[in-house]
């Protein structure tokens, strides 16, 4: 088990996570979303043992990842520009890779890059953008390490390498590889995650990806009896997605506290029908409003 | 702890460095030892040969007092300093200390392995070297005045002097958040002992302090003492067990300094001036006070009235502006 405790962590004084909690069970697969500037790959890195938390722990299997740094055989990070390779081949890259990692698969490695149509004998600095994603994402399954931690692993992939990125961490998921995944693909990680971690004001929401919603949001089709009220639309557990002629798309805050299904049910509106809440909804629920991204 | 992963990694970042610095070596040490001996005019050897007869202590007179070894070890210091800067300063902006730090390793070990690859390449670099001047020594004209014990010292006072040095390097570049800072302030750490004495005791005499002053005979000894840089020049008559005490200290002290701050580096300060920030206070009080103390000096040399008031405007003016500088610069981040 891979648990954050209680991790704050502030940079230039301004605090970017603030009491993360949260715990990625054995064989799972975790969707870290976000704003720009969230803190994702701070978060990431502090998982990884890249940047020390200012409080709080990373444990593995119950000790702290910090203290430990043998522990993270199991932990991979896999950033989203591998520019710490610049100046290796991939062969290098693997080869160095399994002087650290015990259970590095080599076969594993050479039949991925085959697959993604990979040279292996180039310089990691002349792979395109795309190419180095894929290479990086390659190399970190093939460690085998338990928990791999991916940073934007689509960010500049063209969309049938994408397609194959994405089938690769499915199938190092079916094999049991807890995998945290950061992105802005919210399509795709509510299709391939268990668990989505979503980022606001340096805080960590666990969902479960089967019910994003948790009985925390409601989306419902809501055609009004007469007028719209405007009033009531732009209340603050109200958020209209759509409006095309009378019928309105709307997400409304079901959390205890809130008050606005009761009060639409009292305008007994002509048209009420449940829709289900997809992570993307959720993003728009938790983060939409806000213009400033850092 | 030895971890080939981590040697290979340091080695692969340096290999053709490594490579060429021996030869570079050789080209100031046994090569210019070949000239003298081999290459000259054979009148110009028996006249040299004829000189070190009349000597009472021809050893060093034969061995030139060691200024080939010093001009090795001016190159030597060179290629451990670059050393310093590509195994600690641009790892910070290439992305290679986040790809260490997030291997299983700890960031002692890390270091470890930085300092080791110096080391050793240092050590294979003087070993080398001073194998092949053992071997020209004895096979050339000069070959009576051949001594062991000059070479087993210049071997072990320039492996240990130039330790310290790298060691003092590799210590700055972890306190430091860009490449450009770790050499400003390597080099200033280096070349401060000459500055500073110079600086404190004219502005105290400026201000009559003259007697409570260290007496300037002590003080041009403090100053040469602590001016690293005076010991790679130094002649073989000149080497003594103090200073190598005094450099064995420095080496200890770095290396362990420099351990400590590497494992609590603190990446996202990277491209800082200093990434700790009692360091930080520390250099810029230091950097503020010098610089208002030379503006100071030159404000006094306008007053010819009255210096020390022309010293007084110049300080405090100094001190303001550099602070606001300081203060100014330290929150920027810096690509090189």
């Given at each position: 088990?891979?648990?954050?405790?209680?991790?704050?962590?502030?940079?230039?004084?301004?605090?970017?996570?603030?009491?993360?909690?949260?715990?990625?069970?054995?064989?799972?697969?975790?969707?870290?979303?976000?704003?720009?500037?969230?803190?994702?790959?701070?978060?990431?890195?502090?998982?990884?043992?890249?940047?020390?938390?200012?409080?709080?722990?990373?444990?593995?299997?119950?000790?702290?990842?910090?203290?430990?740094?043998?522990?993270?055989?199991?932990?991979?990070?896999?950033?989203?520009?591998?520019?710490?390779?610049?100046?290796?081949?991939?062969?290098?890259?693997?080869?160095?890779?399994?002087?650290?990692?015990?259970?590095?698969?080599?076969?594993?490695?050479?039949?991925?890059?085959?697959?993604?149509?990979?040279?292996?004998?180039?310089?990691?600095?002349?792979?395109?953008?795309?190419?180095?994603?894929?290479?990086?994402?390659?190399?970190?399954?093939?460690?085998?390490?338990?928990?791999?931690?991916?940073?934007?692993?689509?960010?500049?992939?063209?969309?049938?390498?994408?397609?194959?990125?994405?089938?690769?961490?499915?199938?190092?998921?079916?094999?049991?590889?807890?995998?945290?995944?950061?992105?802005?693909?919210?399509?795709?990680?509510?299709?391939?995650?268990?668990?989505?971690?979503?980022?606001?004001?340096?805080?960590?929401?666990?969902?479960?990806?089967?019910?994003?919603?948790?009985?925390?949001?409601?989306?419902l089709q809501v055609v009004f009896a007469g007028e719209a009220p405007e009033m009531w639309l732009e209340g603050?557990h109200v958020r209209v997605l759509e409006n095309i002629g009378r019928v309105y798309t709307l997400?409304l805050?079901?959390?205890?506290?809130?008050a606005a299904y009761e009060e639409l049910q009292g305008m007994e509106p002509l048209l009420m029908e449940?829709?289900?809440?997809?992570?993307?909804?959720?993003?728009?629920?938790?983060?939409?409003?806000?213009?400033?991204?850092? | 702890?030895?971890?080939?992963?981590?040697?290979?990694?340091?080695?692969?970042?340096?290999?053709?460095?490594?490579?060429?610095?021996?030869?570079?070596?050789?080209?100031?040490?046994?090569?210019?030892?070949?000239?003298?001996?081999?290459?000259?005019?054979?009148?110009?050897?028996?006249?040299?040969?004829?000189?070190?007869?009349?000597?009472?202590?021809?050893?060093?007179?034969?061995?030139?007092?060691?200024?080939?070894?010093?001009?090795?070890?001016?190159?030597?210091?060179?290629?451990?300093?670059?050393?310093?800067?590509?195994?600690?300063?641009?790892?910070?902006?290439?992305?290679?200390?986040?790809?260490?730090?997030?291997?299983?390793?700890?960031?002692?070990?890390?270091?470890?392995?930085?300092?080791?690859?110096?080391?050793?390449?240092?050590?294979?670099?003087?070993?080398?070297?001073?194998?092949?001047?053992?071997?020209?020594?004895?096979?050339?004209?000069?070959?009576?005045?051949?001594?062991?014990?000059?070479?087993?010292?210049?071997?072990?006072?320039?492996?240990?002097?130039?330790?310290?040095?790298?060691?003092?390097?590799?210590?700055?570049?972890?306190?430091?958040?860009?490449?450009?800072?770790?050499?400003?302030?390597?080099?200033?750490?280096?070349?401060?002992?000459?500055?500073?004495?110079?600086?404190?005791?004219?502005?105290?005499?400026?201000?009559?302090?003259?007697?409570?002053?260290?007496?300037?005979?002590?003080?041009?000894?403090?100053?040469?003492?602590?001016?690293?840089?005076?010991?790679?020049?130094?002649?073989?008559?000149?080497?003594?067990?103090?200073?190598?005490?005094?450099?064995?200290?420095?080496?200890?002290?770095?290396?362990?300094?420099?351990?400590?701050?590497?494992?609590?580096?603190?990446?996202?300060?990277?491209?800082?001036?200093?990434?700790?920030?009692?360091?930080?206070?520390?250099?810029?009080?230091?950097?503020?006070?010098?610089?208002?103390?030379?503006?100071?000096?030159?404000?006094?040399?306008?007053?010819?009235?009255?210096?020390?008031?022309?010293?007084?405007?110049?300080?405090?003016?100094?001190?303001?502006?550099?602070?606001?500088?300081?203060?100014?610069?330290?929150?920027?981040?810096?690509?090189?």
């Open positions: 088990m891979l648990t954050v405790r209680n991790l704050h962590k502030a940079i230039d004084r301004r605090p970017v996570l603030k009491q993360v909690e949260f715990a990625v069970a054995p064989g799972l697969v975790a969707g870290l979303i976000g704003r720009n500037g969230a803190g994702k790959t701070t978060l990431l890195k502090t998982m990884a043992g890249i940047i020390d938390p200012d409080h709080g722990t990373v444990e593995y299997e119950g000790q702290s990842v910090h203290r430990h740094p043998s522990l993270k055989r199991e932990i991979v990070f896999v950033p989203d520009n591998p520019e710490g390779w610049f100046g290796y081949t991939a062969w290098g890259c693997a080869d160095l890779y399994a002087q650290v990692y015990p259970r590095f698969d080599m076969a594993y490695f050479k039949d991925t890059m085959r697959r993604f149509g990979l040279p292996v004998d180039r310089n990691i600095r002349h792979f395109s953008k795309g190419m180095r994603m894929m290479f990086s994402t390659a190399l970190g399954l093939s460690t085998k390490a338990r928990y791999v931690l991916l940073d934007e692993p689509t960010n500049g992939v063209d969309p049938i390498a994408k397609k194959q990125v994405l089938s690769l961490l499915m199938e190092a998921a079916a094999e049991g590889v807890s995998l945290v995944i950061s992105s802005h693909l919210l399509e795709e990680l509510e299709r391939m995650t268990d668990t989505i971690l979503l980022m606001k004001d340096g805080a960590v929401e666990t969902h479960t990806s089967e019910d994003v919603a948790g009985g925390r949001v409601m989306k603050r997400l805050n079901t959390e205890p506290g809130s449940p829709l289900p809440v997809k992570l993307d909804d959720l993003y728009v629920w938790k983060l939409g409003g806000e213009t400033d991204v850092g | 702890m030895w971890v080939s992963a981590l040697w290979k990694r340091e080695y692969d970042q340096s290999r053709l460095f490594l490579l060429f610095v021996p030869v570079v070596h050789f080209l100031a040490l046994g090569l210019q030892r070949m000239n003298k001996w081999f290459f000259t005019d054979p009148y110009f050897v028996a006249g040299n040969l004829r000189n070190l007869k009349n000597m009472t202590d021809p050893i060093p007179a034969a061995y030139d007092f060691g200024s080939f070894e010093s001009v090795g070890r001016l190159w030597l210091m060179l290629a451990v300093f670059v050393l310093a800067l590509v195994q600690i300063g641009t790892e910070r902006r290439n992305g290679s200390q986040e790809l260490l730090f997030s291997l299983p390793y700890s960031r002692k070990i890390i270091f470890l392995h930085k300092w080791m690859l110096g080391a050793a390449l240092l050590a294979g670099s003087l070993l080398i070297n001073t194998f092949i001047d053992m071997v020209v020594v004895p096979s050339s004209p000069m070959s009576p005045y051949f001594s062991i014990v000059y070479h087993l010292t210049q071997l072990g006072y320039s492996l240990l002097l130039l330790a310290a040095i790298y060691t003092l390097a590799l210590f700055i570049g972890t306190i430091t958040g860009s490449v450009a800072f770790q050499v400003i302030l390597t080099i200033v750490t280096l070349m401060l002992p000459i500055g500073l004495g110079p600086l404190i005791t004219n502005s105290l005499s400026l201000h009559g302090a003259i007697d409570i002053a260290v007496p300037s005979g002590i003080g041009i000894e403090l100053q040469n003492t602590l001016n690293i840089s005076r010991y790679l020049t130094l002649s073989y008559d000149d080497f003594s067990w103090l200073q190598v005490l005094g450099l064995f200290d420095l080496l200890i002290v770095a290396f362990f300094c420099g351990m400590l701050s590497y494992a609590r580096n603190r990446t996202e300060n990277n491209g800082k001036l200093v990434i700790f920030r009692a360091w930080e206070r520390a250099i810029r009080i230091l950097v503020v006070l010098c610089a208002s103390m030379i503006i100071g000096l030159f404000s006094s040399s306008l007053f010819n009235a009255n210096e020390r008031l022309g010293y007084d405007i110049g300080f405090i003016a100094g001190l303001v502006v550099t602070t606001f500088i300081m203060l100014k610069i330290a929150k920027l981040r810096f690509k090189v």
